[in-house]
């Protein structure tokens, strides 16, 4: 048993995708979420600066009394991969992508699988490389989509919403034509723009998206570690973000729902 809290972060309002899903599975823990909204995108940034930002994340979130951290964006957690951030931090912690790439090898039936991810992502070859360590025979089509970001920061996630549409089309044209059945949402801001996503692929295409994977993950490794919480009700969930707390806030009533109980404050990380 473990009473300490969950630590989730990412550069904005994406990991909210990983709190809503552990809200669902593990309603009585207690989460702890940093969105760096001050610095976001980190998807067009360099793997050095990726990396610098997320060593400050994950030191603000230790101080909180955390069990475990979840990286809950596919941009962090594929420069993790060829830099480390985690040094010295003792305590259980996993990225998106190797739940993510599993989920998706077994979800395939014509072994044709899609990642969408942010530029960073896609150049780092991290959902592939995972793919292939799995089964190499597996074809991989990556498609950086950087302008998804920005749409879904500013809440343009409407289905019918033209503009998004538009980009999206562009953008999933090649998995289209690549014929993929399965499709990652390599980036944890790409679940928000779903409906959109599915409409244009069709409901034969299989969408997984790398938060929600992320959470049944630390779901099963908290259960195998015997590392749940003792508590009965309902957990707190803290919401920090280092830009407006407005903005945040509207933003993650329209992710988690307008009755989340979550406390939202602003907060200040050491440069
Ligand atoms: N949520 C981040 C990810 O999963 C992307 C946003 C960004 O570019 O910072 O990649």
Redesign the pocket.
Known sequence: MNNGAIGVF??????LTTVKELVKLLPNENIVYLG?TA???????STDTIAKYARQDIAFLLKRDVKMILV???????AMMHEPIFENVMIPHSG?VLPTAEAACKATKNKKIGVL?????VKSQSFANAIKAIDPEIEVTAKAC?MF?PL??NGYTDRNCVVTKLIAEEYLDIMKKNDVDTLIL?????PHLHDVIQDIMGDGVKLIS??AELAKFAADALKKDNAFCDRQTEGKRELFCTDSVELFTETAATFLGKDNHAQIAKCTLKT
Do not use: L, N
Not at 117 to 121: H, I, K, V
Not at 186 to 190: K, L
């Open positions: 990412d550069s904005g309002v994406g990991g760096d610095r976001v995108p980190y998807g067009t940034k809950a964006c596919g941009t962090i957690s594929s998106v991810g942010t530029s960073a992502t950087p970001v879904v920061e390599g980036c944890t801001h790409f790398s938060g």
